[in-house]
């Protein structure tokens, strides 16, 4: 994973340049012997300048959630199992619930009374309000029908927290999915007891593997050259014959230290939606950094150099054989682009002929 990358020119074939054995015939001094060349055509291809790297893929940031239990209390019903489906407010875990049922039952009813108590001083506050004005009962009566109306207003609202605080509580004890993903882990079982706090261990992962993305390990060297938006191809190794494709969508300022290797983090998003992709699976990933498309390539191997000059042999149909300098682009390591030289459908020899003389 944290091995070295160097930038390579991998052309990615439009149309593939086909490659033919033909007989030439080779004259020599001493006899008219034959001997097999390998040919290629000059055909046109896509290609591009890339950096390769090696990733794991990962959740995005709230793609994975760790559900605990906000409070104490025994697992009646568990409603979820590895590798399940799951949509946002579905329930997962149902806990027992009879004494906090009782709790609410008792909240609502010091709720009532508080109620009744308030609206009685209430309806006595505005009956004697008048009276107080015309001097039937003095001011000191009329302060405490005002304090008592206090009193009950703020028991009134006192219990209602209580009520809703209990309210609360009970739905605490339906515990649902936050998310909508699969369900990557369970470590709780029925008829057991789960704590809260804040160092309760999860009980249940959730992971969105919609929202996957690969934390891919770029060198030093290279990391220069990415930047955000560009293609990338990446492989796994569960499915070599697939490539999935991405974009870069960010590069972590601050580099990893691997095997003495400086690399820095590059994320490349995923589309996921057949769900093959599961977290923690390698990735050999291709940013394409520059693409060229239909250009005129041949194999590295037609190509010869004589006297600071580039050259191809280019094999006419009636087997005559003629020596033409080139100009080359990028290569990729197996084919080299063809600036100027030769056409498209020419023949050309690929492999260790001679120039016929």
Same mark, same amino acid.
């Given at each position: 994973?944290?091995?070295?990358?160097?930038?390579?020119?991998?052309?990615?074939?439009?149309?593939?340049?086909?490659?033919?054995?033909?007989?030439?015939?080779?004259?020599?001094?001493?006899?008219?012997?034959?001997?097999?060349?390998?040919?290629?055509?000059?055909?046109?291809?896509?290609?591009? !300048?890339?950096?390769?790297?090696?990733?794991?893929?990962?959740?995005?940031?709230?793609?994975?959630?760790?559900?605990?239990?906000?409070?104490?209390?025994?697992?009646?019903?568990?409603?979820?199992?590895?590798?399940?489906?799951?949509?946002?407010?579905?329930?997962?875990?149902?806990?027992?619930?009879?004494?906090?049922?009782?709790?609410?039952?008792?909240?609502?009813?010091?709720?009532?009374?508080?109620?009744?108590?308030?609206?009685?001083?209430?309806?006595?506050?505005?009956?004697?309000?008048?009276?107080?004005?015309?001097?039937?009962?003095?001011? $000191?009566?009329?302060?405490?029908?005002?304090?008592?109306?206090?009193?009950?207003?703020?028991?009134?609202?006192?219990?209602?927290?209580?009520?809703?605080?209990?309210?609360?509580?009970?739905?605490?004890?339906?515990?649902?999915?936050?998310?909508?993903?699969?369900?990557?882990?369970?470590?709780?079982?029925?008829?057991?007891?789960?704590?809260?706090?804040?160092?309760?261990?999860?009980?249940?992962?959730?992971?969105?593997?919609?929202?996957?993305?690969?934390?891919?390990?770029?060198?030093?060297?290279?990391?220069?050259?990415?930047?955000?938006?560009?293609?990338?191809?990446?492989?796994?190794?569960?499915?070599?014959?697939?490539?999935?494709?991405?974009?870069?969508?960010?590069?972590?300022?601050?580099?990893?230290? $691997?095997?003495?290797?400086?690399?820095?983090?590059?994320?490349?998003?995923?589309?996921? !939606?057949?769900?093959?992709?599961?977290?923690?699976?390698?990735?050999?990933?291709?940013?394409?950094?520059?693409?060229?498309?239909?250009?005129?390539?041949?194999?590295?191997?037609?190509?010869?150099?004589?006297?600071?000059?580039?050259?191809?042999?280019?094999?006419?149909?009636?087997?005559? $054989?003629?020596?033409?300098?080139?100009?080359?682009?990028?290569?990729?390591?197996?084919?080299?682009?063809?600036?100027?030289?030769?056409?498209?459908?020419?023949?050309?020899?690929?492999?260790?002929?001679?120039?016929?003389?």
């Amino acid at each position: 994973m944290s091995r070295k990358k160097k930038i390579y020119f991998i052309g990615t074939g439009a149309v593939i340049v086909a490659a033919g054995i033909l007989m030439a015939a080779v004259n020599s001094k001493n006899d008219n012997a034959r001997t097999a060349v390998t040919t290629a055509q000059v055909e046109k291809r896509d290609m591009g !300048s890339l950096v390769q790297a090696t990733g794991i893929i990962k959740p995005k940031v709230g793609a994975e959630v760790k559900v605990g239990a906000r409070i104490t209390g025994k697992v009646e019903r568990l409603y979820a199992n590895i590798g399940d489906r799951v949509k946002k407010g579905q329930v997962l875990v149902q806990l027992e619930q009879d004494d906090l049922k009782a709790r609410v039952d008792q909240a609502a009813a010091a709720h009532e009374e508080a109620v009744a108590a308030y609206e009685k001083a209430k309806a006595d506050l505005n009956r004697d309000r008048e009276l107080a004005e015309k001097g039937y009962i003095t001011a $000191q009566a009329f302060d405490n029908l005002q304090n008592g109306h206090d009193l009950a207003k703020a028991r009134l609202s006192r219990a209602k927290a209580d009520l809703d605080y209990a309210r609360t509580q009970l739905s605490y004890a339906t515990i649902k999915a936050p998310i909508s993903g699969t369900i990557a882990s369970v470590m709780t079982q029925q008829g057991e007891t789960v704590a809260a706090g804040m160092n309760a261990p999860t009980f249940i992962t959730i992971i969105d593997l919609n929202k996957l993305e690969v934390n891919a390990y770029v060198d030093e060297t290279d990391v220069g050259k990415i930047n955000e938006g560009q293609e990338a191809l990446f492989t796994v190794d569960t499915f070599t014959d697939k490539d999935f494709t991405g974009k870069v969508t960010a590069i972590y300022p601050r580099a990893v230290l $691997q095997e003495n290797v400086v690399n820095y983090i590059t994320l490349v998003s995923i589309k996921n !939606s057949e769900g093959k992709l599961k977290p923690d699976m390698t990735a050999n990933v291709t940013i394409t950094l520059k693409k060229k498309t239909g250009v005129l390539a041949v194999p590295a191997a037609a190509v010869r150099r004589e006297g600071g000059k580039k050259y191809v042999v280019v094999a006419a149909q009636d087997g005559v $054989q003629t020596k033409r300098e080139v100009k080359t682009g990028w290569k990729d390591g197996n084919y080299l682009e063809i600036t100027s030289g030769v056409k498209e459908g020419e023949t050309v020899i690929a492999g260790d002929g001679e120039l016929q003389k």
